[in-house]
């Protein structure tokens, strides 16, 4: 577990602990290997501990009664999934699932409490985390639920935009099937709205890589829903 010291001294909920917590957590971590498209957790089980993914790409969904699919995040190395539960002492609120063979580190809660009730100073990058993952929700729930596609979609280019310190190469990290189901769309759908983008100039797409063009218009286009042929 040694081998670990480092992908969990530089994850967003550990960044910065002194070195004697980082070897307390490698002390409760627990390494677990999926094969790709295995069901990690299931919305509804009790939420017994929350991993940091090591290797692959892991998505976080819920389904409809209907069976739909809604993705909700997507996962690389080095970030940590499945933490809510740790302080609610609740089950799952959503789906994970292996997209690729994958490697994570288990947390169990139980003892996981016990060393942050010992050393509160682990919490606080936790509650960091927690703060940013609620904003990001509050604004995919305000693009679905007010937004068209378009609008959607150039918000989500504009978030990974400023996520990413204002690179205006956009590298995307999953399939655009998985970005049509993250932005709550099908993928012909999507595959239409990224032409027309082009066609305005606001974007130049090749393969998974996303140059922004013009932000000034992906602004007006995410704010308001209508920019040039839109």
């Known amino acids: 577990m040694k081998s670990y010291f480092k992908l969990i001294a530089e994850t967003v909920l550990f960044d910065g602990l002194p070195e004697h917590h980082i070897n307390e957590l490698l002390n409760i971590a627990r390494e677990k290997e999926y094969n790709k498209n295995e069901l990690i957790f299931s919305e ?9 993914n090591v290797e692959g790409m892991i998505k976080i969904f819920k389904l409809s009664a209907e069976g739909k699919e809604q993705i909700l995040h997507i996962f690389g190395p080095g970030e940590p999934f499945g933490e809510v539960p740790v302080f609610s002492g609740q089950t799952f609120p959503a789906n994970a ?8 580190l288990f947390f169990p809660r139980k003892s996981f409490i016990n060393l942050i009730t010992e050393n509160p100073s682990i919490a606080l990058n936790m509650l960091a985390v927690l703060s940013l993952r609620l904003r990001r929700f509050t604004i995919q729930v305000e693009n679905l639920s007010l937004k068209e596609v378009p609008g959607r979609l150039a918000a989500h280019l504009l978030m990974l935009f400023h996520e990413q310190e204002k690179t205006d190469i956009i590298n995307l990290n999953i399939s655009k099937s998985q970005l049509a189901s993250l932005l709550g769309t099908i993928p012909e759908t999507l595959s239409r709205i990224l032409r027309k983008m082009g066609d305005q100039s606001l974007i130049d797409v090749a393969g998974r890589k996303i140059k922004l063009l013009d932000i000034d218009g992906l602004e007006i286009l995410a704010q308001t829903g209508r920019v040039g042929g839109f």
Do not use: M, Q, V
Not at 44 to 52: A, K, Q, S, T, V
Not at 97 to 104: D, I, Q, T
């Open 44 to 52: 509804g089980d009790e939420g017994n501990g929350f991993y940091i």
């Open 97 to 104: 699932e292996s997209l690729s063979k994958c490697r994570a």
